[in-house]
Protein backbone atom coordinates (compact mmCIF):
# COMPACT_ATOMS: atom_id res chain seq x y z
CA UNK A 1 0.00 0.00 0.00
CA UNK A 2 1.55 3.44 -0.99
CA UNK A 3 1.16 6.21 1.37
CA UNK A 4 -0.84 9.38 0.15
CA UNK A 5 -0.28 12.98 1.53
CA UNK A 6 -2.67 12.55 4.33
CA UNK A 7 -1.58 9.62 5.61
CA UNK A 8 -0.09 9.22 9.09
CA UNK A 9 2.18 6.11 10.11
CA UNK A 10 1.97 5.47 13.98
CA UNK A 11 4.12 3.56 15.88
CA UNK A 12 2.69 1.82 19.16
CA UNK A 13 4.81 0.56 21.98
CA UNK A 14 3.58 -1.18 24.68
CA UNK A 15 4.38 -1.88 28.20
CA UNK A 16 6.49 -4.31 29.52
CA UNK A 17 8.92 -3.35 32.01
CA UNK A 18 12.45 -4.23 31.61
CA UNK A 19 11.34 -6.34 28.43
CA UNK A 20 11.41 -2.57 26.80
CA UNK A 21 14.87 -3.40 25.92
CA UNK A 22 13.43 -5.65 23.28
CA UNK A 23 11.74 -2.35 21.63
CA UNK A 24 15.09 -0.34 21.37
CA UNK A 25 16.42 -3.15 19.02
CA UNK A 26 13.14 -3.08 17.04
CA UNK A 27 13.12 0.26 16.35
CA UNK A 28 16.49 0.25 15.37
CA UNK A 29 15.37 -2.38 12.56
CA UNK A 30 12.50 -0.18 11.84
CA UNK A 31 14.60 3.39 11.10
CA UNK A 32 17.20 1.35 9.63
CA UNK A 33 14.42 0.34 6.94
CA UNK A 34 13.35 3.73 6.49
CA UNK A 35 10.02 3.36 8.60
CA UNK A 36 9.42 7.35 9.83
CA UNK A 37 6.33 7.78 12.22
CA UNK A 38 4.62 10.63 12.30
CA UNK A 39 3.05 9.84 15.72
CA UNK A 40 3.91 7.72 18.93
CA UNK A 41 1.71 6.80 21.41
CA UNK A 42 3.07 4.19 24.63
CA UNK A 43 2.52 2.83 27.76
CA UNK A 44 4.46 2.45 30.55
CA UNK A 45 7.98 1.59 29.58
CA UNK A 46 7.20 1.91 26.07
CA UNK A 47 6.03 5.59 26.92
CA UNK A 48 9.50 6.36 28.01
CA UNK A 49 11.31 4.46 25.13
CA UNK A 50 9.21 6.83 22.74
CA UNK A 51 9.79 10.20 24.88
CA UNK A 52 13.93 9.26 24.99
CA UNK A 53 13.31 9.11 21.03
CA UNK A 54 10.75 12.41 20.83
CA UNK A 55 13.46 14.18 22.74
CA UNK A 56 17.13 12.71 20.95
CA UNK A 57 15.64 11.81 17.41
CA UNK A 58 13.45 9.34 15.44
CA UNK A 59 16.18 8.77 13.73
CA UNK A 60 19.79 6.33 14.06
CA UNK A 61 21.41 8.99 16.23
CA UNK A 62 18.51 8.92 18.43
CA UNK A 63 18.65 5.35 18.22
CA UNK A 64 22.45 4.56 19.26
CA UNK A 65 21.51 6.96 22.47
CA UNK A 66 18.66 5.31 23.60
CA UNK A 67 20.95 2.58 23.45
CA UNK A 68 23.32 3.64 25.96
CA UNK A 69 20.68 4.68 28.05
CA UNK A 70 19.56 0.89 27.85
CA UNK A 71 22.64 -0.20 28.49
CA UNK A 72 23.01 1.84 32.18
CA UNK A 73 19.81 -0.22 33.05
CA UNK A 74 21.81 -3.30 33.41
CA UNK A 75 23.83 -1.55 36.26
CA UNK A 76 20.26 0.66 38.13
CA UNK A 77 18.22 -0.92 40.34
CA UNK A 78 15.12 0.87 38.73
CA UNK A 79 12.49 -1.27 39.72
CA UNK A 80 13.22 -3.27 43.60
CA UNK A 81 13.34 -7.43 43.00
CA UNK A 82 12.23 -7.34 46.64
CA UNK A 83 7.99 -7.78 45.74
CA UNK A 84 7.20 -8.57 49.40
CA UNK A 85 8.93 -5.20 50.85
CA UNK A 86 7.18 -3.14 48.52
CA UNK A 87 4.03 -4.28 49.24
CA UNK A 88 4.37 -3.57 52.97
CA UNK A 89 5.33 0.16 51.65
CA UNK A 90 2.22 0.33 50.44
CA UNK A 91 0.02 -0.53 53.05
CA UNK A 92 1.64 1.38 55.89
CA UNK A 93 1.21 4.25 52.98
CA UNK A 94 4.81 4.98 52.74
CA UNK A 95 4.15 6.47 49.24
CA UNK A 96 7.56 7.98 47.79
CA UNK A 97 9.54 4.95 47.61
CA UNK A 98 12.94 3.70 45.89
CA UNK A 99 11.74 3.20 42.64
CA UNK A 100 9.77 6.19 42.45
CA UNK A 101 12.83 8.65 42.86
CA UNK A 102 15.17 6.20 40.82
CA UNK A 103 12.88 6.41 38.24
CA UNK A 104 12.41 10.02 38.60
CA UNK A 105 16.02 10.73 38.78
CA UNK A 106 16.90 8.21 35.56
CA UNK A 107 14.42 10.10 33.42
CA UNK A 108 15.89 13.46 34.07
CA UNK A 109 19.31 12.54 34.07
CA UNK A 110 18.59 10.97 30.54
CA UNK A 111 17.50 14.20 29.12
CA UNK A 112 13.66 14.50 29.91
CA UNK A 113 13.67 18.03 32.05
CA UNK A 114 11.05 18.78 34.61
CA UNK A 115 9.58 21.44 33.14
CA UNK A 116 9.67 20.14 29.86
CA UNK A 117 5.80 20.22 27.95
CA UNK A 118 5.15 18.26 24.84
CA UNK A 119 4.94 21.61 23.06
CA UNK A 120 8.22 21.37 23.26
CA UNK A 121 8.84 18.91 21.13
CA UNK A 122 9.90 18.63 17.63
CA UNK A 123 9.49 16.04 14.82
CA UNK A 124 6.66 13.15 15.65
CA UNK A 125 3.80 13.82 17.59
CA UNK A 126 4.03 12.13 21.31
CA UNK A 127 1.24 10.05 23.33
CA UNK A 128 1.13 8.68 26.42
CA UNK A 129 -1.30 6.42 28.30
CA UNK A 130 -1.98 6.18 31.79
CA UNK A 131 -5.38 4.65 33.56
CA UNK A 132 -7.68 6.72 35.50
CA UNK A 133 -9.01 4.28 38.23
CA UNK A 134 -11.72 6.63 38.98
CA UNK A 135 -13.62 7.39 35.87
CA UNK A 136 -11.89 3.79 34.48
CA UNK A 137 -10.86 5.15 31.70
CA UNK A 138 -7.48 6.00 29.63
CA UNK A 139 -5.94 9.52 29.94
CA UNK A 140 -3.44 10.83 27.24
CA UNK A 141 -0.95 13.05 27.86
CA UNK A 142 0.35 15.08 25.04
CA UNK A 143 -3.43 15.56 23.75
CA UNK A 144 -2.90 18.92 25.64
CA UNK A 145 0.09 20.32 24.34
CA UNK A 146 0.90 21.81 27.69
CA UNK A 147 1.21 18.54 29.59
CA UNK A 148 4.23 17.85 31.43
CA UNK A 149 6.56 15.22 29.60
CA UNK A 150 7.97 13.66 32.96
CA UNK A 151 4.41 13.91 34.56
CA UNK A 152 3.45 11.66 31.54
CA UNK A 153 5.88 9.23 31.98
CA UNK A 154 5.92 8.88 35.13
CA UNK A 155 1.79 8.24 35.41
CA UNK A 156 1.91 5.67 32.73
CA UNK A 157 4.57 4.15 34.76
CA UNK A 158 2.96 3.98 37.94
CA UNK A 159 2.87 -0.15 38.01
CA UNK A 160 1.72 -0.69 41.93
CA UNK A 161 4.00 -2.69 44.26
CA UNK A 162 6.41 -0.05 42.93
CA UNK A 163 4.80 2.95 42.23
CA UNK A 164 1.35 3.83 44.30
CA UNK A 165 -1.18 5.44 42.26
CA UNK A 166 -1.06 9.42 42.29
CA UNK A 167 -4.01 11.58 42.74
CA UNK A 168 -4.40 14.88 41.11
CA UNK A 169 -7.08 16.92 39.67
CA UNK A 170 -10.32 14.20 40.68
CA UNK A 171 -7.95 11.88 38.61
CA UNK A 172 -6.27 8.69 40.35
CA UNK A 173 -3.53 7.91 37.94
CA UNK A 174 -2.04 4.56 37.31
CA UNK A 175 -0.22 2.41 34.46
CA UNK A 176 -2.04 2.64 31.55
CA UNK A 177 -1.38 -0.95 30.76
CA UNK A 178 -4.41 -0.97 33.09
CA UNK A 179 -6.94 -0.37 30.38
CA UNK A 180 -4.53 0.17 27.07
CA UNK A 181 -0.89 -1.76 27.52
CA UNK A 182 -0.94 -1.94 23.77
CA UNK A 183 -1.96 1.63 23.33
CA UNK A 184 -3.85 1.16 19.61
CA UNK A 185 -6.88 2.90 20.12
CA UNK A 186 -5.15 6.33 21.21
CA UNK A 187 -3.54 6.16 17.68
CA UNK A 188 -6.57 6.01 15.96
CA UNK A 189 -7.62 9.06 18.05
CA UNK A 190 -5.39 11.12 16.65
CA UNK A 191 -5.20 10.57 12.96
CA UNK A 192 -3.16 7.47 12.54
CA UNK A 193 -4.04 5.75 8.94
CA UNK A 194 -1.36 3.05 9.42
CA UNK A 195 0.29 1.34 12.66
CA UNK A 196 3.01 -0.60 13.56
CA UNK A 197 2.91 -2.10 17.33
CA UNK A 198 5.93 -3.40 18.86
CA UNK A 199 4.14 -5.57 21.51
CA UNK A 200 6.12 -6.69 24.81
CA UNK A 201 3.23 -9.09 25.90
CA UNK A 202 4.19 -12.81 25.37
CA UNK A 203 0.68 -14.98 25.53
CA UNK A 204 2.97 -18.22 26.22
CA UNK A 205 4.57 -16.92 29.24
CA UNK A 206 3.99 -19.12 32.14
CA UNK A 207 0.37 -19.94 29.91
CA UNK A 208 0.06 -23.34 31.45
CA UNK A 209 2.04 -23.24 34.61
CA UNK A 210 -0.54 -25.09 37.53
CA UNK A 211 1.38 -23.99 40.17
CA UNK A 212 -0.76 -23.28 43.32
CA UNK A 213 -0.31 -20.15 44.98
CA UNK A 214 -1.75 -16.03 44.44
CA UNK A 215 0.83 -15.18 42.34
CA UNK A 216 0.18 -17.68 39.25
CA UNK A 217 -3.29 -16.81 39.49
CA UNK A 218 -2.60 -12.92 38.89
CA UNK A 219 -0.05 -13.34 36.01
CA UNK A 220 -2.85 -15.90 34.52
CA UNK A 221 -5.92 -12.89 35.35
CA UNK A 222 -3.34 -10.29 33.52
CA UNK A 223 -3.04 -12.15 30.64
CA UNK A 224 -6.35 -12.82 29.93
CA UNK A 225 -7.03 -8.62 30.38
CA UNK A 226 -4.26 -7.27 28.46
CA UNK A 227 -4.78 -9.88 25.37
CA UNK A 228 -8.48 -9.32 25.46
CA UNK A 229 -7.55 -5.80 25.31
CA UNK A 230 -5.13 -6.08 22.79
CA UNK A 231 -7.74 -8.20 20.68
CA UNK A 232 -10.41 -5.57 20.89
CA UNK A 233 -8.07 -2.51 19.77
CA UNK A 234 -7.03 -4.65 16.80
CA UNK A 235 -10.58 -5.44 15.85
CA UNK A 236 -11.28 -0.85 16.50
CA UNK A 237 -8.24 -0.73 14.08
CA UNK A 238 -9.66 -2.82 11.52
CA UNK A 239 -13.07 -1.93 12.04
CA UNK A 240 -11.76 1.73 10.74
CA UNK A 241 -9.78 0.31 7.83
CA UNK A 242 -6.67 0.88 9.63
CA UNK A 243 -3.86 -1.57 8.62
CA UNK A 244 -2.27 -2.95 11.92
CA UNK A 245 1.25 -4.48 11.50
CA UNK A 246 2.12 -6.19 15.04
CA UNK A 247 5.55 -7.34 15.56
CA UNK A 248 5.50 -9.48 19.15
CA UNK A 249 8.83 -8.85 20.93
CA UNK A 250 9.52 -12.62 23.02
CA UNK A 251 12.80 -13.11 24.97
CA UNK A 252 14.30 -16.15 25.16
CA UNK A 253 14.95 -17.08 28.21
CA UNK A 254 11.46 -15.04 29.68
CA UNK A 255 12.91 -11.96 31.71
CA UNK A 256 10.86 -10.58 34.71
CA UNK A 257 9.98 -7.22 34.33
CA UNK A 258 12.10 -5.94 36.96
CA UNK A 259 15.09 -7.42 35.81
CA UNK A 260 17.52 -4.99 33.68
CA UNK A 261 20.40 -6.92 33.90
CA UNK A 262 19.88 -8.23 30.65
CA UNK A 263 19.35 -5.33 28.27
CA UNK A 264 22.12 -5.18 25.72
CA UNK A 265 21.04 -9.30 24.82
CA UNK A 266 17.33 -8.15 24.49
CA UNK A 267 18.02 -5.21 22.23
CA UNK A 268 19.53 -7.70 19.93
CA UNK A 269 16.70 -10.18 20.07
CA UNK A 270 14.87 -7.42 19.30
CA UNK A 271 16.52 -6.39 16.69
CA UNK A 272 16.82 -9.98 14.91
CA UNK A 273 12.96 -10.31 15.33
CA UNK A 274 12.06 -7.00 13.80
CA UNK A 275 13.97 -7.66 10.93
CA UNK A 276 12.96 -11.35 10.33
CA UNK A 277 9.07 -9.59 10.20
CA UNK A 278 9.42 -6.50 8.45
CA UNK A 279 11.06 -8.73 5.34
CA UNK A 280 7.42 -10.51 5.52
CA UNK A 281 5.55 -7.50 4.88
CA UNK A 282 4.88 -5.61 1.22
CA UNK A 283 8.22 -3.18 0.10
CA UNK A 284 7.99 0.22 2.10
CA UNK A 285 5.56 2.71 0.91
CA UNK A 286 7.47 5.64 -0.78
CA UNK A 287 5.90 8.28 1.56
CA UNK A 288 7.63 6.59 4.79
CA UNK A 289 10.58 7.39 3.23
CA UNK A 290 10.13 10.91 3.30
CA UNK A 291 10.51 12.39 7.36
CA UNK A 292 9.30 16.29 6.79
CA UNK A 293 12.89 17.83 6.55
CA UNK A 294 13.08 16.13 3.17
CA UNK A 295 10.29 16.89 1.92
CA UNK A 296 10.67 20.03 2.63
CA UNK A 297 13.73 20.22 0.97
CA UNK A 298 12.28 18.66 -2.28
CA UNK A 299 9.76 21.32 -2.02
CA UNK A 300 12.55 23.87 -2.16
CA UNK A 301 14.15 22.50 -5.01
CA UNK A 302 11.32 22.39 -6.75
CA UNK A 303 10.76 26.33 -5.98
CA UNK A 304 13.90 27.15 -7.37
CA UNK A 305 13.37 25.28 -10.77
CA UNK A 306 10.42 27.01 -10.97
CA UNK A 307 11.82 30.23 -10.52
Not at 116 to 137: K, P, T
Not at 207 to 227: C, H, M, N, Q, Y
Request: proline share 6%; hydrophobic share 45%; aromatic share 8%.
Amino acid sequence: MRLGVNNKLALVLSGGGARGALQVGALRALLETGYQPELVTGTSIGAANAAFLAIHGFDLKGINYLESIWQTTMHEELLSSNLWWETMRILFKQRNGHSLQKIREFAIQSGIKPDMRFCDLDGVYLYMIAADLNSGEPVIFGANPQDLVLEGVLASMTLPPWLVPQEKDGRYLMDGGAVSNLPIEAALQQGATEIIALDLFDPNENSTSASPGIRPFFRKLDRTVESRQVELEIKLAEAKGVPVKRITLTSDPPVAMWDFRRSVELMDQGYHIARQAIELWEPLPQAAWWSPRRVRSALAGLVNILD
